[in-house]
């Protein structure tokens, strides 16, 4: 059965840095490029990493382009977010998810599965 389990998200303050982990279970890992995803409150969810099978290259939105690092560990079935100068507009459920079609996107309709998530809140 394929399983997605994010953890790591929490409260930090604005300027603050969180790492989230993704443990990825269920199928080859490294057979497929991976992504993290955000949904805000009252908005619709987006992508905003991108990291293709072997880790090579990396894509992010332009609004986090710079401040985020995704990377993966293939040998350990794990995704990494690492997230430096949050800002309030970061907060939101963060997602990793699986690329549907190995494409470079970051179109949510690009993937296929994801868990449940993990609440990040950005707040002073």
């Known amino acids: 059965q394929l399983q997605l389990v994010e953890s790591g998200g929490t409260l930090v303050q604005p300027g603050g840095s969180l790492r989230l982990s993704c443990a990825v279970a269920g199928f080859k890992m490294a057979n497929f490029a991976m992504g993290w995803l955000r949904q805000a409150p009252g908005k619709e969810r987006e992508g905003v990493a991108y990291?293709?099978?072997?880790?090579?290259?990396?894509n992010y939105a332009d609004t986090v382009k710079g401040r985020f690092t995704i990377s993966r560990d293939n040998a350990n079935n794990m995704v990494v977010l690492q997230m430096n100068n949050l800002k309030p507009e970061d907060t939101g459920v963060y997602y990793c998810a699986k690329s549907l079609r190995n494409l470079w996107s970051l179109s949510v309709s690009e993937y296929d599965y994801w868990g449940q998530g993990t609440q990040v809140t950005v707040s002073s």
């Open positions: 990291i293709t099978r072997n880790g090579g290259s990396t």
